[in-house]
């Protein structure tokens, strides 16, 4: 039971990167003051991002590998919503109060932390990598949304006045069951951009004889136009980790302001025969709907038989495309694409599959289909009411 509860102890606290309160005092600072230093430029601007995008601008696990220098890195959970600090805060004894300026530093997307600030949306996920190092490298980075960079920037304003609160501190919590965990936090550094502060953890061993634990992080948080990132990264040495993670995200966040090239690339892999670039069109972000990455509208297509107009959409995971797909025919008039078929249903053309839907709108016939592991959404509308004719030419042609 006690190697069950230390094994949770550290899981959490590995990942706490600057805990602070209870009987603490000032660690003195070498070259540093405790207050954040001047910063050197407020973060960057950049485009406004739709929740549909937000998992898409996460580091993959790839990703992480090639930032931390290794393979290996397995996902530990995925972060769908703010994080209620209670599952820190119950660690210590009842009546310890772990201190509110102190909370940000935790971890990424705490509730109390984004309360009142506005944010409408989290996604983020928690990453550790494989190894014989203990603790292992582990990272959690965090994107939350806001209606817009106004309110992005105002959480980024008051996050840089609150975080000095909490630097510079060292504490040591009233252990429980002979652990003894000390909290050695840096100073919290406001340049190019990006908060970011440290946090030196020692974990006591509660098995006779056992060696302490020491775990190193770094936070960092830094906004990019309607989006706060927000980053720990923790490992032996952890130097600039959060910084480097925070910064992939920027960019990515960056490219999705040009309607990402690579989605469309990827879009118009599917387009229907007759269909391509130079007679269809991406729309422009601001048109696109709720959950999709990118849309390319067609028009006529030039085969004789072949529809009128057509739209694709690529969305970001399996269940945007899923909710997308009910939301595009649910004003048709639906019919069995198939005789005695259910509507909507199945498809299958050798490895590839996902769902449709034949009906009509507006009496002209259409069809709308998903392609499963590329999240794409195409639908086709014919010149008249002949659903059968439409589904064929479909068959032959996407």
Partial sequence: MRQLRTAAVIAVIAMSIGACGGNEQKTPASSTTSKATTPTAAPAPGPMIGQAALANLLLSLAEVDTTLGLTGTTSVNKIDKLQDDAEFKQLFPAGWKFPDECIYATNPAMASVYAGSGNTAVSGEHDSASGSSDPKPEVRQAVVLFPSATEANAFFATSAQRWPACANRQVTPPGTDNLIANFAVGPVANANGILTTTVNVKLGNPDPGGAPLNVSCQRALTVRGNVAIDVNGCRTNPGDLAVNIANQIAGKIDNQGKVDAANINTLAASLAKGYN?????????????????????CGQNPDPGGPASAVYRLLGHGDALNAEFKAFIKDIAQIPCVDGGSTPMTWRQGETSGQEACGTQNDVATITWTIDGKNVLGSLRSANPDATALRQWWLANA
């Fill in 277 to 297: 670039l130079t007679n269809c069109h991406p729309a422009a972000p601001d048109k696109l709907t709720f959950l999709s990455l990118a849309e390319i509208d």
